[in-house]
């Protein structure tokens, strides 16, 4: 869990090295996507998944706490123009209840600060009838989930009422999704 939004210098670093990974294809064709889809990824970082799924859903906006990652995401995307970026973060969503049709994290979910609180707001901005997914890294460390983690969130989005919560495996990355009621 990061305590402050990332340094313009870490973000800066951060999105050369992590500029476009396989996981933010992953996402993007898990979530199977349609065009009619109004899309959310939480922590975002530079904006690559948003901009790959901004090919086909009606609206695309991500969000991340750090004002200079969502700096870049906006710069890199300048040419796409269903792409969207605010800042904020998972425990206080700057939309209104049941906005989205799909919303992810992928790889923000272990630096959350309160992640019982940001699944919630989370659940909270997908219409019903929509997804949420949560995609981190097969890890046993810090970074990522182990099995064990990714079933614990599983069981967690089936308490807050998700329906047909599920562990998938993809390219080394858990999927752990639902769909709100």
């Not at 870049?72 to 800042?87: D, G, L, N, Y």
Request: with cysteine; hydrophobic share 40%.
């Amino acid at each position: 869990m990061d305590e402050q939004p990332w340094t313009k210098f870490k973000s800066t670093i951060y999105s050369w090295l992590w500029r476009n990974p396989r996981s933010n294809r992953v996402v993007v064709d898990v979530a199977a996507l349609s065009p009619a889809d109004h899309t959310l990824d939480i922590g975002c970082g530079p904006g690559a998944a948003v901009r790959h799924a901004a090919a086909t859903v009606e609206r695309a906006v991500g969000v991340d706490r750090s004002p200079d990652m969502v700096d870049i995401a906006k710069r890199r995307s300048s040419a796409v123009p269903k792409a969207e970026f605010q800042i904020g973060q998972a425990e206080d969503l700057p939309f209104e209840t049941g906005t989205f049709t799909v919303v992810w994290s992928a790889h923000s979910y272990h630096h959350w600060e309160d992640k019982e609180a940001g699944l919630i707001e989370a659940k909270r901005v997908v219409q019903p009838g929509g997804r949420l997914l949560i995609v981190e890294t097969k890890s046993s460390g810090e970074h990522g989930l182990s099995l064990d983690g990714a079933l614990e969130l599983s069981k967690r989005l089936e308490a807050l009422g998700l329906v047909d919560p599920s562990v998938e495996l993809h390219h080394s990355n858990y999927v752990v999704s639902g769909t709100v009621a």
